[in-house]
């Protein structure tokens, strides 16, 4: 079987879609499913088989993303669709009305990942509008792109629910993005703490993922400022990078925390990021507005306990309560929660534990089983 992926953000672009569409693309193959890609080029990537590049420039308040021409996408995604047996949608962009008209015109299927809840986003990127107008811009687009195509992928019960509240009537399957256990079942603690400097017992806190605005990482900055009272030792290391860097930096200097947070940067994800969870003696975060949160997995699958709210996809991670200890919504609680992990080691022992054991029912393996059933199965049912 042959599917033909569309979308407007991909590797070198360092987020959750492009995860999602990597460990995807990897083990579908294993399954028997050819996948094709449709992708920006960000500079010169190297060519990779199976991927096709469309050119674009930098959106603007936000570089590191591009926008790519319509009548490009249009015909590199027209081109590649020939001989597809269904269409996989990635992003609400250009990707997916280029992807919706290729699959219309070759008579196969089209499915879509709502991957990120825009209405939650957009004010952070659009300040100088009214949030309740984008908020309901969102939601009236995500409805009328939802119910244009033949099913709906989503990686959280939360998810489904807010798409029902949408409108949207296509049908909508629970299925999220699987982790590579092999990848994260190890790391060097000792390699990444002597690189960064880090004494070999001193407690670390880790975030990773884009340095956006809806992370709600200043909330962990506030969050180490109450947590240092009680243990002054306490580093916060931040991985990744985003729009919302400066901003953060500047938060860190106004709070007196220059000692006491460190950022990383982006790291490898084949060794320098298992590594780094492997450094830490917590994992936390604080977002609100997650769809799925597959760093929490990643954390885990390491054995790295997880301090983390428990908000729209996370809550399908976090609601058995394994590995990880979820606090009241307020930074104190937040705070009093790190502490009591990197202070007691016999709980951070048995949160690991939990955390490994419990990381096995997400392998990407499994995510990719029921990802090529879903494929066939819409497949039949349009006569594809």
């Not at 599917?3 to 294993?30: K, Q, Y």
């Not at 500079?43 to 926008?67: F, T």
């Not at 506030?222 to 930096?249: C, F, K, Y």
């Not at 007196?256 to 780094?276: A, T």
Request: glycine share 8%.
């Amino acid at each position: 079987m042959r599917v033909l992926m569309v979308s407007d953000v991909f590797f070198p672009r360092v987020n959750g879609v492009s995860t999602s569409i990597e460990t995807f693309r990897r083990t579908l193959a294993e399954q028997g499913i050819e996948v094709r890609l449709v992708a920006p080029r960000y500079g010169a990537e190297a060519e990779q088989p199976g991927v096709a590049r469309v050119p674009g420039r930098p959106v603007p308040r936000d570089p590191e993303d591009r926008l790519v021409g319509w009548r490009a996408m249009a015909r590199t995604v027209r081109a590649h669709a020939a001989g597809c047996d269904l269409v996989h949608i990635q992003t609400p962009f250009a990707a997916h009305y280029a992807g919706l008209r290729a699959a219309r015109s070759e008579g196969v299927p089209v499915l879509a990942t709502y991957h990120t809840l825009f209405e939650e986003y957009l004010h952070h990127y659009a300040p100088f509008l009214p949030a309740r107008g984008l908020r309901a811009l969102a939601r009236h687009l995500s409805r009328r792109q939802c119910n244009a195509l033949d099913g709906v992928v989503v990686p959280s019960l939360a998810m489904r629910a807010r798409l029902a509240d949408y409108g949207v009537r296509a049908p909508i399957h629970i299925l999220p993005t699987g982790i590579p256990l092999a990848r994260f079942s190890g790391g060097d603690r000792a390699r990444f703490r002597a690189a960064q400097g880090i004494a070999p017992g001193r407690p670390v806190a880790l975030f990773v993922g884009r340095l956006a605005h809806e992370k709600n990482i200043g909330f962990l900055l506030q969050m180490t400022v109450e947590a240092l009272a009680r243990r002054p030792d306490l580093l916060l290391l931040i991985a990744g990078e985003g729009p919302a860097l400066p901003a953060l930096r500047e938060q860190v200097a106004h709070l007196g925390l220059g000692e006491s947070v460190r950022f990383v940067g982006y790291l490898d994800r084949h060794q320098d990021l298992p590594d780094c969870y492997a450094a830490a003696d917590v994992f936390v975060f604080a977002s609100r507005t997650e769809t799925q949160g597959l760093v929490l997995l990643e954390a885990m699958a390491v054995g790295l306990p997880v301090v983390a709210f428990a908000h729209m996809g996370t809550i399908d991670i976090l609601a058995p309560r394994r590995g990880c200890r979820v606090p009241a919504g307020d930074s104190t609680a937040f705070a009093e929660s790190v502490v009591e992990v990197v202070s007691d080691a016999a709980l951070r022992a048995r949160l690991s534990r939990e955390a490994r054991d419990y990381a096995l029912s997400w392998s990407d393996e499994a995510m990719a089983q029921r990802m090529a059933a879903l494929y066939r199965a819409s497949a039949r049912r349009s006569g594809a």
